[in-house]
């Protein structure tokens, strides 16, 4: 069978934890390898032909976790974005972070926007990095700026473009590792129809093997939305 491409690949990258754990380290080793593999997967998408890619790096309820943690999660955003942001201009990618901006440094919220606004010129790849991102919280933003407008202009296409994923299409896969199976608030709108696939491996032992594996698995779905397939 050949392997068909999604167009957008959405990831709750999970399990990052639970690997340190295993191994008797603290869980931001595990945040540490965790981003590895995102980095890896990211040079992937693109050799793949995969247009867009949607990242959930911290939800609006990881704030509940302990200090200690959120800190250093932050720490590692900012590093890795301050250290790989002429790599991801090389590799041709476009960055868009979808969240709140509110509750973030406002260190932090600045060199989010200068990535943005760096990397408005390409397109191999559109990666959103979904960071204190909550599908609820996006959905009530985009009301408040609804309740503007007249009644009658509100369709479904127009309350999309209100959506922080207003510049990529619907999410064609949605991957999520370490074998829960829920959506933990990610994408509520945007995954309507979306094909699920959920994977046991913990996100730092995730790989380009495991990542075709979920492409495979989506080439043999029947995607129908609705409607009655001719056989
Ligand atoms: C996912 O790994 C990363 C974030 C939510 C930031 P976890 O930290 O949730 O790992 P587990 O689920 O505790 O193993
Ligand atoms: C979802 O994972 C959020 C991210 C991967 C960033 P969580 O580990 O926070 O989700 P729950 O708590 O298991 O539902
Ligand atoms: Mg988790």
Redesign the pocket.
Known sequence: MSLKIPEHVAII???????ARKRGLP?IA??YK?AEVAEDIVEFAIELGIKHLTLF???TE?WNRPKEEVEA?FELLRRYLQTKKDKLYKLGIRVRFIGRRDRINKELVKLMQEIEEESKKFKNLFLNLAVDYGGRDDILRAVKKAVKLQREEITEELFSSLLDLSCSPDPDLLIRT?GEKRISNFLLWNLAYTELYFSET??PDFSREEFLKALEDFSRRKRKFGRVLDE
């Open positions: 990258m999970d399990g990052n934890g639970r690997w869980r595990g945040h965790g790096a911290f939800s990881n999660l370490a913990l996100w």
